[in-house]
Antibody
């Protein structure tokens, strides 16, 4: 079973850039499935941010598209999220997740999540 | 974009059946996935593709989907089932698939 682990700074200043990485183990980032990021503000629900394929093709939530960039690093077997111009509204637990079937089923593998706080 | 509506909370006594609805426009034509999330933990897929149970998920968890409502049913509810539950679809009506989650339902076991 694929295992995922998020890493990155837990504190980002307003107007700055949030950068997170998700390490993939028990499988390859080159597997034929999409790799997603999902976030959850404190006390609130889940929000899909976007997804990336090992070819570099990506899809983003329209309302975040102007600020989001995702990438894949095959040599390190990981994928990354970059969110620019952050505000307090971007404070959330960020999860990486995937559907290992590759057929747009539910996310059957999740990282533990990492809390990112936007504050000066 | 597609919207999913869930009640904020559902309460049920131990041993009874909990039904958690997820509403959406003609959701019966979509494929719905359900997650359980306990406090401080990552979500866990409990029902995939409307009614399939992933390996390791108790048979007490089941799903259905028809018309404008999908439903997660938990039979013989136990104290350990107390958690937040989210429905999820892939909206393919646009240029590319977009993940959409319901707002979540907190299941309280009385």
């Amino acid at each position: 079973q694929v295992q995922l682990q998020e890493s990155g700074p837990g504190l980002v200043k307003p107007s700055g850039t949030l950068s997170l990485t998700c390490a993939v183990s028990g499988g390859s980032v080159s597997n034929p499935n999409w790799w997603s990021w999902v976030r959850q503000p404190p006390g609130k629900g889940l929000e899909w941010i976007g997804e990336i394929y090992h070819t570099g093709n990506s899809n983003y939530k329209p309302s975040l598209k102007s600020r989001v960039t995702m990438s894949v690093d095959k040599s390190s077997n990981q994928f990354s999220l970059r969110l620019t111009s952050v505000t307090a509204a971007d404070t959330a637990v960020y999860f990486c997740a995937c559907d290992t079937t590759g057929y747009y089923n539910g996310f059957n593998s999740w990282g533990r999540g990492t809390l990112v706080t936007v504050s000066s | 974009s597609y919207e999913l509506t869930q009640p904020p909370s559902v309460s049920v006594a131990p041993g009874q059946t909990a039904r958690i609805p997820c509403g959406g426009n003609n959701i019966g034509s979509e494929t719905v996935h359900w997650y359980q999330q306990r406090p401080g933990q990552a979500p866990v897929l409990v029902v995939n593709a409307d009614s399939d149970r992933p390996s390791g998920i108790p048979e007490r968890f089941s799903g259905s989907n028809s018309g404008n409502t999908a439903t997660l049913t938990i039979s013989r509810v136990e104290a350990g089932d107390e958690a937040d539950y989210y429905c999820h679809v892939w909206d393919t009506s646009g240029d590319h698939p977009e993940g959409v989650f319901g707002g979540g339902t907190k299941l309280t076991v009385l």
